[in-house]
């Protein structure tokens, strides 16, 4: 196996332990949600329901088939773009400027109304389509976002991201802390490799390695995204 080869079995498996954790833990909020239906209706981080939340990360599934489609319509019609993005920390710059509070938690509400009645079926059936259909592709193939063309292989791990933080914040919703929890290895060093690359991109590496290294604190509202 080449290196690039290994690269992408690699950041393919991180993106599939992401997604079924995911799958996972909502799934462990419908069965809570039997007994009080309510629990999708409770707060889930910032404005967002517990509900709005699982729409908001399901789009980290959902924008894979949708950019994918829009690249494959787009070479047919021969008006394809260049590749233009050529890095996860690189697409969260662009995706960041070009993004509003606003629009970001409207579009988790407004998916979170497609998942219907069943939240986890839904989520479940998702993962499992968008990970069948990855697990196809060697990592070359292209991504129309609205940030600009990206190749897969550098788009996915931008996705590992958004799931497993967003895994972090339903489990802290439903009262699991921080400290408990549990990040899948896989989708943690994906997740923080592309976070130290955001860090390092923005000029934050500094505070970053002092609190990691128990030099310091974070200095306070401190985040890459």
Same mark, same amino acid.
């Not at 991180?14 to 007994?35: N, S």
């Not at 233009?84 to 629009?103: C, F, H, M, Q, W």
């Not at 791990?157 to 799931?163: C, D």
């Given at each position: 196996?080449?290196?690039?080869?290994?690269?992408?079995?690699?950041?393919?498996?991180?993106?599939?332990?992401?997604?079924?954790?995911?799958?996972?833990?909502?799934?462990?909020?419908?069965?809570?949600? =039997? &007994? %009080?239906? /309510?629990?999708?209706?409770?707060?889930?981080?910032? +404005?967002? *329901?517990?509900? %709005?939340?699982?729409?908001?990360?399901?789009?980290?599934?959902?924008?894979?088939?949708?950019?994918?489609?829009?690249?494959?319509?787009?070479?047919?019609?021969?008006?394809?773009?260049?590749?233009?993005?050529?890095?996860?920390?690189?697409?969260? /710059?662009?995706?960041?400027?070009? &993004?509003?509070?606003?629009?970001?938690?409207?579009?988790? $509400?407004?998916? =979170?109304?497609?998942?219907?009645? +069943?939240? =986890?079926?839904?989520?479940?059936?998702?993962?499992?389509?968008?990970?069948? $259909?990855? =697990?196809?592709?060697?990592?070359?193939?292209?991504?129309?976002?609205?940030?600009?063309?990206?190749?897969?292989?550098?788009?996915?791990?931008?996705?590992?991201? /958004?799931?497993?933080?967003?895994?972090?914040?339903?489990?802290?919703?439903?009262?699991?802390?921080?400290?408990?929890?549990?990040?899948?290895? !896989?989708?943690?060093?994906?997740?923080?490799?592309?976070?130290? %690359?955001?860090?390092?991109?923005?000029?934050?590496?500094? !505070?970053?390695?002092?609190?990691? *290294?128990? $030099?310091?604190?974070?200095?306070?509202?401190?985040?890459?995204?």
């Amino acid at each position: 196996m080449s290196e690039t080869s290994r690269d992408w079995s690699d950041t393919l498996f991180a993106f599939d332990t992401a997604a079924r954790w995911f799958v996972a833990v909502t799934a462990g909020i419908a069965e809570r949600a =039997a &007994g %009080d239906a /309510e629990i999708w209706a409770q707060l889930g981080l910032g +404005e967002w *329901t517990v509900r %709005d939340l699982v729409g908001h990360t399901s789009r980290a599934l959902t924008a894979v088939e949708a950019y994918l489609d829009l690249a494959v319509e787009e070479d047919a019609a021969g008006v394809a773009a260049p590749i233009d993005v050529t890095s996860p920390a690189g697409y969260y /710059e662009r995706a960041l400027a070009a &993004g509003t509070p606003e629009i970001i938690a409207q579009r988790g $509400r407004d998916t =979170a109304a497609t998942l219907g009645a +069943e939240p =986890a079926v839904a989520v479940a059936a998702l993962a499992a389509r968008v990970l069948a $259909r990855v =697990a196809t592709l060697d990592g070359s193939e292209p991504c129309d976002t609205p940030a600009g063309r990206i190749r897969i292989a550098e788009y996915l791990p931008s996705r590992t991201v /958004e799931l497993t933080v967003h895994t972090s914040d339903l489990l802290q919703s439903q009262g699991v802390p921080a400290a408990e929890q549990t990040v899948p290895e !896989p989708a943690a060093a994906a997740t923080l490799h592309v976070l130290a %690359d955001l860090a390092a991109h923005k000029g934050l590496a500094a !505070p970053l390695l002092r609190a990691a *290294t128990g $030099r310091a604190p974070l200095p306070a509202g401190f985040s890459l995204l």
